[in-house]
Antibody, heavy 121, light 107 residues
Framework: EVQLLESGGGLVQPGGSLRLSCGASGFTFSNYAMGWVRQAPGRGLEWVSTMTGVSGDTYYADSVKGRFTISRDSSKNTLFLQMNSLRDADTAVYFC??????????????WGQGTLVTVSS | DIQMTQSPSSLSASVGDSVTITCRASQSISRHLNWYQQKTGKAPRLLIYGASSLYSGVPSRFSGRGSGTEFTLTISNLQPEDFASYYCQQSYSTQNTFGQGTNLEIK
């Protein structure tokens, strides 16, 4: 059974930094792309970033490009999101998700429970 | 970026009804369109991928159609557990985008 467990959320001041972690189990972590999706309070889902499995290619939403960095440690089956220069608008629950490919279609087929990041002074 | 426009933003229906949610892409995304269900306080759950393929374990009352720029999600014979929020997502571009969501409420 796939399990994803996020950690590292909390309260941070504007301009501050935070690093989120996502521990993965139940699948061969290094073979799969992984991503982060966030949800501001009372709002919809927003894709944040994806990192491929083998090649390690990274992709970012324009709203976080240059401030957030996605990375992974396959020896520890862990995905990270380093968040710098945080803004009030970054306040959200951050979900870690596993990418599956069905034919040529990529989906987020497994999700963690999320970790709350609050940016406030 | 590819913009996804979902409608309606909210919907009221009764148990046993059928409802349809529409998602439009700002450019053609072929059939790279997925649907997710999210209940309050929970992680999203994949329902439909590739516009019309039912994900494992999802009841057959959920169905998806469309290609190019216009897509629909239909839920037939609504059950109490179906009242939730629904999101479309395009994965045609490496910069994925979600629709703004549809909140399905009990009438």
């Amino acid at each position: 059974e796939v399990q994803l467990l996020e950690s590292g959320g909390g309260l941070v001041q504007p301009g501050g930094s935070l690093r989120l972690s996502c521990g993965a189990s139940g699948f061969t972590f290094s073979n799969y792309a992984m991503g982060w999706v966030r949800q501001a309070p009372g709002r919809g889902l927003e894709w944040v970033s994806t990192m491929t499995g083998v090649s390690g290619d990274t992709y970012y939403a324009d709203s976080v490009k240059g401030r957030f960095t996605i990375s992974r440690d396959s020896s520890k089956n862990t995905l990270f999101l380093q968040m710098n220069s945080l803004r009030d608008a970054d306040t959200a629950v951050y979900f870690c998700a596993k990418v599956a490919i069905f034919g040529v279609v990529r989906v987020f087929d497994s999700w963690g429970q999320g970790t709350l990041v609050t940016v406030s002074s | 970026d590819i913009q996804m426009t979902q409608s309606p933003s909210s919907l009221s229906a009764s148990v046993g009804d059928s409802v349809t949610i529409t998602c439009r892409a700002s450019q053609s995304i072929s059939r790279h369109l997925n649907w997710y269900q999210q209940k309050t306080g929970k992680a999203p759950r994949l329902l439909i991928y590739g516009a019309s393929s039912l994900y494992s374990g999802v009841p057959s009352r959920f169905s998806g159609r469309g290609s190019g720029t216009e897509f629909t999600l239909t839920i037939s014979n609504l059950q109490p557990e179906d009242f939730a929020s629904y999101y479309c997502q395009q994965s045609y571009s490496t910069q994925n985008t979600f629709g703004q969501g549809t909140n399905l409420e009990i009438k």
